[in-house]
């Protein structure tokens, strides 16, 4: 048996086959011809194959000293066989806003992410700059028909009418307070994103628009005003503390207002990847698990108005994403670097796949909620 056979054998029943190759030769697995192929370019690529770890792999990956040619879905598909060993990671992502403060860690936490430079703004829908699946009718759709779709749902959703404020809380690069500016909604969107900041102020005074954006924390932001609406679009992974977020909005919040949610899954409290802790969104970040969301709105003032399952939705958004970041490399390249290429690659690879996998595990939502009140802004 030869070296990487023994490595294959650890993963198990393959579904797909797939190729290794080293400098000395290539060897393939499975049967038929391969979906995709892991090239190992030096030792060090060799010996983070044989660990069988996921973030040692994907470090490998980043640093090049492994490629991944092909189907990178199908590739990154193979995470449910290797196992994520990094315990002290783990643990120390939610020791330490215990010993710190939440409030301290957030700005680094958010920043890690969201200030790169808007180069995921390369993958983004083009015209709304969304960063959150849109709602796709076919396959075909394009990133910007979903955006689309998928504000003139949330701004419906939320029953806004010309003259009528909204709060955006992680309002990313201003999408749908652009959108619903233009509708005569006066918008305040806050964020930790310097680089988020910068953008959706600049935009909003460009489209000549009226709107507020405010660099600004969640657990410290105090309004003067209650809104009609509050929108909070791929927020909740980084809130992940519910209660909290509920007591807080529920004094922003008019009697019959609304608010719009949507969000990542998962079928367990804490599971977040290794990879997404270190790299992508570390800290307190995790998928929301819909049994602790869901306890927590019954236990406050609110009720839910609608629940849509938008796991297709996701799968999509994550494939649209992979297939745009990967035409553009040359564009994400000129701004940023290989490894920024690489990193974000895998992570929309991993969102497609997550969204596809047939267990389950994970998927996603949209939701909104209403506050009830004796005196109801809306009929």
Known sequence: MTEFEKIVARLG??????RISTPEGKQDFGEGAPVFEIVVRNERGRRALQALNQLVLIEAYM?????????IVKAVSLETQISDRATWLKIWRRLKPLLVGRERCNPEWIAKHYDSGNVQLIAADMIW???TPGIYESKDDSLEAGAERKLKFAYDSLRLRPGDSLLEIGCGWGGFMRFCARKGVTPTGITLSQDQFDFTRRQLVDD?????????????FEPERQFEAVNVMGVMEDISDYRRFLRRVQNWVKPGGRIYFDFATESTPFSTAAFITKYIWPGTFRKVYLPEFVKAVWESPFEIASLHNDRRNYWLWGEKLLERWQERRADVLALSSEETWRMFRI????TAHIMSHPSYDASAMRVVLELPGPNPIRA
């Open 13 to 18: 029943a393959l579904t797909f086959p797939f």
């Open 347 to 350: 992570l929309y690879a991993a």
């Open 208 to 220: 000549k628009l009226d709107g507020e954006v405010l660099y600004q924390d969640f657990f410290s």
């Open 129 to 131: 700059n969304t960063y």
């Open 63 to 71: 640093r090049d000293d492994i490629d991944i040619e092909g189907d």
